[in-house]
């Protein structure tokens, strides 16, 4: 079965500064999704970026990118020009994209890491 | 219109009470999940419906009964209700099981005193 780990728990940035949140998996499959959500203290699930693993270029939304390395098995989120909005338990995520996979058709989370944004 | 609703949001009751918690969805999605988030904030699947079908069933206590009377409504009725049951419960959809983008529900949390 796929895990994911995120190895830490807790992370502060400085308000317009840039942070990396570290995930990494284990997976015997080629192909999967990779998935980073946010969750506020609103406790609102929210995507925030997703990535193909076949695709090899990192995925990016505005002022979030992902460094994705297949072979080390990491996705790593950076947030650039942080923002106190920003601020929240961020989740990295795994789902199998062929039927039979054991992540076929469910998100397998990692154990979140919260983020905290100072003024 | 909220996309994937859940009530209640907050449901406290006492240990052996029987409850649920109601989801719909407006999406005109195929395929609904419920998710498990521990005290740790730990996020595991318990189920999903595929047209009304269910599809996973994540080794979750038969106390813990999802029923789908159409795609649009996933409800998850807990008999006989254990502290270790308090937990936020979420309820998601997607366009089919093999779509990958799902839009999750507010939540629903749970507190059994």
């Known amino acids: 079965a796929q895990t994911v780990t995120q190895s830490q728990p807790e992370m502060s940035v400085q308000e317009a500064e840039t942070v990396t949140l570290s995930c990494t998996y284990d997976?015997?499959?080629?192909?999967?999704?990779l998935f980073w959500y946010k969750q506020p203290p609103s406790r609102q699930m929210i995507l925030v970026i997703r990535q193909e693993a076949y695709k090899q270029q990192n995925a990016t939304e505005n002022r979030f990118s992902v460094n994705f390395q297949k072979a080390a098995k990491s996705f790593s989120l950076k947030i650039s020009d942080s923002q106190l909005g920003d601020a929240a338990m961020y989740f990295c995520?795994?789902?199998?994209?062929?039927?039979?996979?054991?992540?076929?058709?469910?998100?397998?989370f990692g154990q979140g890491t919260i983020l905290t944004v100072h003024p | 219109d909220t996309a994937v609703s859940q009530t209640p949001k907050y449901l406290v009751t006492q240990m052996g009470n029987d409850k649920s918690i109601k989801c719909e969805q407006n999406?005109?999605?195929?395929?609904m999940y419920w998710y498990k988030q521990d005290s740790k904030k730990f996020l595991k699947i318990m189920f999903s419906y595929n047209n009304k079908e269910l599809i996973i069933n994540e080794t979750v206590p038969n106390r813990f009964s999802p029923k789908s009377p159409d795609k649009a409504h996933l409800n998850l009725h807990i008999n006989s209700l254990e502290l270790g049951d308090s937990a936020v419960y979420f309820c998601a959809s997607s366009h089919g099981e093999s779509d990958e983008k799902l839009f999750f529900g507010s939540g629903t949390q749970l507190s059994v005193l």
């Open positions: 999406l005109g999605h195929d395929t």
């Open positions: 997976t015997s499959e080629s192909d999967y999704y």
């Open positions: 995520a795994y789902r199998s994209v062929y039927a039979g996979g054991t992540s076929y058709g469910k998100l397998t």
